[in-house]
């Protein structure tokens, strides 16, 4: 299955020159040009999910996690407005959170300025600092279903109504993107 290209925040002057190449053909990684990759992947980083998400639609997010990390976090983000910036006002599909100090991995969302309760529940601590790692979220009908490494962690039932709303996709932390698709 194809998957959609995300592109870079505004934050450069050129915002229709700097996106990922996109490739319906290949379900494979959405991968910036080499001379871009360091430009296009910092961390924090911000980008657009075009058409965003719907059943049958998967985001990866390859990086290596730093030698003495602390924590990161992958959020996939309503409503965001390229003009402005309304972090405050965005709801928050889907907030994965780890944290190295309690080796814990947490989901959460944020709808309508109100949180969820943290859910914690992992078979086990899938990040290793200054590794690699691969994680996958898949969109289900009822939920989002996240992998990592190949191995299914757990399951996250969606908060936000609709699915067509989560746009954009914030990644920060201690870790290095390496590839987005």
Request: some cysteine; hydrophobic content about 35%.
């Amino acid at each position: 299955m194809a998957v959609a290209g995300m592109e870079k925040d505004a934050i450069t002057k050129n915002t229709e020159d700097d996106h990922l190449n996109n490739s319906y053909e290949n379900p494979g990684l959405i991968s910036p040009d080499k001379e871009d990759i360091s430009r296009l992947l910092t961390v924090p980083f911000t980008g657009r999910i075009r058409g965003g998400m719907r059943p049958g639609k998967k985001i990866i997010v390859m990086g290596i996690v730093d030698p003495e990390p602390d924590s990161f976090d992958v959020m996939l983000t309503c409503g965001r407005d390229t003009e402005k910036e309304t972090e405050e006002l965005s709801d928050i599909a889907l907030k994965l959170s780890a944290r190295f100090s309690d080796r814990q991995f947490l989901r959460s969302a944020c709808v309508s300025g109100k949180w969820s309760e943290e859910e914690t529940a992992i078979p086990y601590f899938p990040f290793i600092p200054d590794q690699p790692f691969r994680i996958e979220i898949h969109c289900e009908h009822q939920r989002f279903r996240i992998f990592v490494d190949g191995h299914q962690l757990f399951d996250f039932y969606h908060k936000v109504k609709s699915l067509l709303a989560i746009n954009s996709i914030r990644i920060d932390g201690s870790l290095q993107i390496t590839k987005l698709g």
